[in-house]
């Protein structure tokens, strides 16, 4: 039983009783989980930006840094953990792309970053079940392994289920 801590552009998979994946402090960063109930696998990426065109050496390192290459390695890391290939009956939960420093949606990070992910998504035939973003405050989430319970954590605002 343990807890993996993802940081920003790190992506996580367990299918071991006890853990939990947990990710802090999203603010523009969007956080997606995936969950395969039938073997209790679940696996998060923490995505920065929208695009790895910005930095591909960055995306070799890093996969997890972007989108589009933080949500395959993702997929991929889950299909082996969960020996299952038909993704489409995995769960898909989203949280974060807020506008924490950026008040004047000059960058608009937050938003591109979900809609690149849900993009993305839709490519591989796959919807978002449940989601917690947007807005304007930094959020916090923790999967449990054994229940595939998703719990968003926000300082002055406290906890609540996705």
């Not at 989601?131 to 406290?158: F, K, L, N």
Request: glycine share 12%; proline share 3%; net charge positive.
């Amino acid at each position: 039983m343990s807890t993996l801590i993802l940081g920003v552009g790190d992506f996580g998979v367990s299918k071991t009783p006890g853990d939990v994946i947990k990710t802090l402090a999203l603010g523009s960063c969007v956080a997606v989980v995936l969950l395969e109930p039938r073997t209790r696998s679940v696996g998060m990426v923490h995505v920065a930006l929208p695009e790895s065109s910005i930095d591909r050496a960055k995306a070799l390192v890093k996969p997890g840094y972007f989108a589009d290459t933080g949500f395959s390695a993702l997929l991929e890391a889950m299909k082996l953990i969960s020996c299952i290939q038909n993704h489409k009956n995995f769960l898909v939960k989203m949280t974060g792309g807020a506008q924490v420093l950026d008040p004047n949606n000059t960058f608009n990070i937050g938003k591109r970053n979900e809609l690149a992910l849900k993009k993305i998504l839709w490519h591989h035939g796959m919807g978002v079940q449940a989601e917690d973003v947007g807005g304007h405050i930094s959020r916090s989430i923790a999967v449990d392994v054994d229940t595939g319970r998703v719990v968003i954590t926000s300082a002055g605002r406290g906890s609540w289920e996705l």
